[in-house]
């Protein structure tokens, strides 16, 4: 089967930087997603790793390493608005479907 | 662009009752899903269809949940009959393949509340 781990819940302070761990377990992968969702709110697209490396999009970046089965969403320059769940997602082999972790609730204080 | 439309916002009903929600994705989108997303746990996938044809439906509970995407746009999500442990937020999301590097717009879901 296919199961994603992610820390329940982060806190940190604005201005910091976070990151925040997930390990995957799947026989095939393509790769992995991140989704932040507000309380109330619908998930959004943060960023994709298909290969192994750091991918960078403004205050927010992701990283990869298969062999390792494991990646983490890097927040920087912590804002009060990045208060939210974040979900690291996959897809395996065909025929194996989407998968979302439990996701990890980041609380920034002042 | 409009982004995905769901309707109803929220819905309460008694169990055994049956429920229907619908769901509009985005213009071009080929790749439709349904999730179920209970309090405090992430988005589980229900149904994925690529047009009008379903690429994946392992974890729909079919002997009381049915979906269909007639044309392949517009899709209905049906639940009859209803149980407690339905309560949770039914998400529609889209998206233009339906691989993973493809980003999924979700809509605002529908909060199914069950008594």
């Known amino acids: 089967g296919q199961s994603l781990e992610q820390p329940s819940e982060v806190t940190a302070v604005e201005g910091a930087i976070v990151q925040i761990n997930c390990t995957y377990q799947?026989?095939?992968?393509?790769?992995l997603s991140w989704y932040q969702q507000h309380d109330g709110g619908a998930p959004t697209f943060l960023s994709y790793n298909g290969l192994d490396g750091l991918e960078e999009t403004g205050r927010f970046s992701s990283f990869l390493s298969r062999s390792d089965s494991y990646g983490y969403l890097l927040l920087q320059e912590l804002q009060m608005k990045d208060s939210a769940s974040y979900f690291c997602a996959m897809k395996g082999n065909y025929g194996q479907n989407f998968v979302f972790g439990p996701g990890t609730r980041l609380s920034v204080l002042p | 662009e409009a982004g995905v439309a769901q309707s109803p916002r929220y819905k309460i009903i008694e169990k055994r009752q049956s429920v229907a929600f619908w769901c509009n994705p985005i213009?071009?989108?080929?790749?439709l899903y349904w999730y179920q997303q209970i309090l405090g746990q992430g988005p589980k996938l229900l149904i994925q269809?690529?047009?009008?044809?379903?690429?994946?439906d392992s974890q729909l509970p079919k002997d009381r949940f049915s979906a269909e995407r007639l044309k392949g746009v517009d899709s209905t999500l049906k639940i009859q009959p209803a149980k407690l442990e339905d309560s949770a937020v039914y998400l529609c999301?889209?998206?233009?393949?339906?691989?993973?590097?493809?980003?999924?717009?979700f809509g605002d879901g529908t909060r199914l509340s069950i008594l």
């Open positions: 213009s071009g989108h080929a790749t």
């Open positions: 999301a889209s998206s233009l393949e339906g691989t993973i590097n493809q980003p999924q717009h």
């Open positions: 799947t026989s095939g992968f393509y790769g």
């Open positions: 269809f690529q047009n009008n044809g379903v690429v994946d």
